[in-house]
T-cell receptor, first 115, second 113 residues
Framework: DTEVTQTPKHLVMGMTNKKSLKCEQHMGHRAMYWYKQKAKKPPELMFVYSYEKLSINESVPSRFSPECPNSSLLNLHLHALQPEDSALYLC??????????????FGQGTRLTVV | GESVGLHLPTLSVQEGDNSIINCAYSNSASDYFIWYKQESGKGPQFIIDIRSNMDKRQGQRVTVLLNKTVKHLSLQIAATQPGDSAVYFCAEKELGGYNKLIFGAGTRLAVHP
């Protein structure tokens, strides 16, 4: 099983809403990632969790709040977003740095629209 | 041919030709590189990877070349097929870099029959 599952696939939310994106993997990977991707641009790293601890925050605004409840799950809590936050949000997982091959496997993404 | 503009660079090739997609990276400390393929509406899909102690690695119909001297990576696709049409990204990671995987700008490959 090399699958990373993201829910929901599409999300429309208002600027005052609170919503959460969810990501799950069962590959035993101990590194999990959130990326944001705008149209015609590369994925842009937001957060990295290593062994369930936040190891990288790429200066992401506090209206995005990540959470890693266990080694298989990764959430991204959204609050008071702006229309410019509309994008494809991608979750990925990989073996943690010291464990050999480190390719990241990506989910299909959540297409987020902020209205 | 290749075009660069306000949008993603595009490489247009005829079906059956070989394709070469290039990537320049900036971090001298990067020691692991991955090529991803992304089709419209989907997440990036792993194609092939290479460590910095290698300069070439081959897969099925794909070859990655790494030139550390000029910090350049290329992806060669043999006998390009219509199903290869997608956006291709290179990504780099530092050893001990807290699993920080950073993507390059991307190239759109358009395969014409």
């Amino acid at each position: 099983d090399t699958e990373v599952t993201q829910t929901p696939k599409h999300l429309v939310m208002g600027m005052t809403n609170k919503k959460s994106l969810k990501c799950e993997q069962h590959m035993g990977h101990r590194a999990m990632y959130w990326y944001k991707q705008k149209a015609k641009k590369p994925p842009e790293l937001m957060f990295v969790y290593s062994y369930e601890k936040l190891s990288i925050n790429e200066s992401v605004p506090s209206r995005f709040s990540p959470e890693c409840p266990n080694s298989s799950l990764l959430n991204l809590h959204l609050h008071a977003l702006q229309p410019e936050d509309s994008a494809l949000y991608l979750c990925a997982s990989s073996q943690a740095d010291s464990q050999g091959r480190r390719e990241a496997f990506f989910g299909q993404g959540t297409r987020l629209t902020v209205v | 041919g290749e075009s660069v503009g306000l949008h993603l660079p595009t490489l247009s090739v005829q079906e059956g030709d070989n394709s070469i997609i290039n990537c320049a990276y900036s971090n001298s400390a990067s020691d692991y590189f991955i090529w991803y393929k992304q089709e419209s509406g989907k997440g990036p899909q792993f194609i092939i990877d290479i460590r910095s102690n290698m300069d070439k690695r081959q897969g099925q119909r794909v070859t990655v070349l790494l030139n550390k001297t000029v910090k350049h990576l290329s992806l060669q696709i043999a006998a390009t097929q219509p199903g290869d049409s997608a956006v291709y990204f290179c990504a780099e990671k530092e050893l001990g870099g807290y699993n920080k995987l950073i993507f390059g700008a991307g190239t759109r490959l358009a395969v014409h029959p």
